[in-house]
């Protein structure tokens, strides 16, 4: 894999990277020889890679970031979806625009937000690549408490995805919360709760393969 990157300041707060690369990634085991969607008969995907981006500090606690890239896939290995067997799309257009905004507020308060739009489609055909969303967010906050209590909530957006060819459904868009609370004991022992899909949303990341409702777990982190 060659790859070259080139990164540099402007100003103090201001950092810009260009890189560019021409990875090949290998078809797994599974990819190849699973039992339910194997096919021995793969390619390596080879790709050209584009990128570039910008970070400005806009003070000490608040980082800003913006990434635009494109990747001319050959290869590309994928599958409609469970119980489909994977195959190589001959040519892969993925472009989009990446930014995040990471910030802290007195040492205690931490809040995390990124955006990507991504265009994914085969160039011949310019179907869209199924299950590839135009548009997500992810989001987080925590807070640590004085007393050893911290708190962690993470969301996250998928806009509407579109089903696999000829079908072409569209299988609408999403929001789910997850939430996490820990509290630190003496001798390490850090015991916590963390809900997943905090708001029960019933959503599909594929069709007909609905994702879990709320779950709830308990358990003891150690650290030594």
Same mark, same amino acid.
């Given at each position: ?9 402007? @100003? ?12 090949? $990634? ?6 190849? /020889?699973? %039992? ?6 793969? &390619? ?9 981006? =910008? ?15 494109? *990747? *001319?896939?050959?290869?590309? +290995? ?11 799309? &001959?040519? =892969? ?5 990446? @930014?995040?905004?990471?910030? $802290?507020?007195?040492? $205690?308060? &931490?809040? *995390?937000? &990124?955006? @990507? ?9 310019? /179907?869209?690549?199924?299950? %590839?969303?135009?548009?997500? +967010?992810? #989001?987080?906050?925590? /807070?640590?408490? !004085?007393?050893?209590? %911290? ?9 509407? $995805? ?21 509290? !630190?004991?003496?001798?390490?022992? #850090?015991?916590? =709760? ?8 019933? /959503? ?16 003891? !982190? +150690? =650290?030594?």
């Amino acid at each position: 894999m060659g790859k070259l990157g080139v990164w540099f300041s402007l @100003a103090k707060p201001l950092r810009l990277r260009l890189s560019t690369s021409h990875p090949t $990634r290998f078809p797994t085991l599974h990819q190849l /020889y699973g %039992s339910d969607s194997g096919n021995p008969d793969l &390619n390596p995907e080879q790709a050209l890679k584009l990128e570039g981006g =910008v970070e400005f500090d806009v003070s000490s606690n608040l980082q800003v970031k913006v990434d635009l890239f494109r *990747n *001319n896939v050959k290869d590309l +290995i994928d599958r409609k979806g469970h119980g489909y067997q994977y195959t190589n799309l &001959n040519r =892969v257009i993925l472009q989009g625009i990446e @930014a995040g905004l990471e910030g $802290r507020v007195k040492e $205690r308060f &931490n809040f *995390n937000f &990124n955006y @990507a739009h991504l265009d994914a489609y085969e160039d011949e055909t310019e /179907y869209w690549l199924p299950y %590839s969303p135009s548009h997500k +967010i992810d #989001c987080s906050l925590s /807070y640590a408490f !004085k007393f050893g209590l %911290s708190v962690y909530s993470s969301g996250q957006y998928v806009s509407k $995805r579109v089903t696999p060819h000829p079908e072409s459904e569209l299988l609408p868009y999403y929001f789910v919360v997850n939430l996490r609370v820990t509290q !630190k004991l003496k001798g390490g022992f #850090c015991p916590f =709760v963390e809900i997943k899909n905090l708001l029960d949303v019933n /959503y599909e990341e594929e069709k007909e393969f609905p994702a879990l409702g709320r779950t709830s777990l308990l358990g003891v !982190k +150690i =650290v030594f």
